[in-house]
């Protein structure tokens, strides 16, 4: 298996334009998770989802954020507008089970001017 | 809300010396994870723990969840150039999915 899989890698954006960050989780896991990793912050849950449900969508920051999982082997996260205190890398992350360890994604570095 | 603390924050040693980081939360944890993410990289999972005085062995790497399930540890033996990088713990309580992450701990290691 590729493993988790992100695009893009880097992304460097203008204030107020729209970005959109996606995930291909891992095949025949059930559970997928969006993170933000900040220095000031660290690791951050953005939002899960378990079978392409939306679980948990508390630690999205504001309507600015919106996460979708059409099917089981794609997520979107996405930014509308941006501002550059999104600037952080995101990483995606899946799970076979409830209580078994993630499997992250290389993460996209997301630069906002 | 729960709350878990990482410490140290940063630790320098030379190699071959032993590292320690400690997890404490402030909840009764389910379960506990801990990962690895090297500079650059993304966390990679080492292991989790489940039941109330665990200790499991990974080479080098013990881990240990505390008899209360209030913290956890992870042992570091002759640490090696290769062990670069921080260490997170990241627990679950109740039957919610998600992992909450701690700080973390960045272990340095010189020649």
């Known amino acids: 298996d590729a493993g988790v899989i992100q695009s893009p890698r880097h992304e460097v954006t203008e204030m107020g334009q729209e970005v959109t960050l996606r995930c291909k989780p891992i095949?025949?896991?059930?559970?997928l998770f969006w993170y933000r990793q900040t220095m000031m912050r660290g690791l951050e849950l953005l939002i899960y989802?378990?079978?392409?449900?939306?679980?948990?969508d508390s630690g999205m920051p504001e309507d600015r954020f919106s996460a979708k999982m059409p099917n089981a082997s794609f997520s979107t996260l996405k930014i509308q507008p941006s501002e550059p205190r999104d600037s952080a890398v995101y990483f995606c992350?899946?799970?076979?089970?409830?209580?078994?360890?993630?499997?992250f994604g290389s993460g996209t570095r997301l630069t906002v001017v | 809300g729960q709350q878990v603390m990482q410490i140290p924050q940063y630790q320098h040693v030379q190699e071959g010396e032993d590292f320690t980081t400690y997890c404490n939360s402030s909840?009764?944890?389910?379960?506990i994870q801990w990962y690895k993410q090297r500079p650059g990289g993304h966390p990679v999972f080492l292991i989790q723990?489940?039941?109330?005085?665990e200790v499991k062995k990974q080479k080098r790497l013990t881990f240990q969840f505390g008899e209360a399930k209030k913290n956890s540890s992870l042992h570091i033996t002759a640490t090696q150039t290769t062990d670069v990088g921080t260490y997170f713990c990241?627990?679950?309580?109740?039957?919610?999915?998600?992992?909450?992450f701690g700080t973390g701990t960045r272990l340095q290691v010189t020649l």
């Open positions: 095949s025949g896991h059930d559970y």
């Open positions: 989802f378990n079978n392409n449900v939306p679980i948990d």
């Open positions: 990241a627990p679950q309580t109740g039957t919610a999915s998600k992992l909450t």
């Open positions: 909840t009764t944890l389910s379960n």
């Open positions: 723990l489940v039941k109330s005085g």
């Open positions: 992350a899946s799970s076979e089970r409830s209580y078994y360890g993630y499997t």
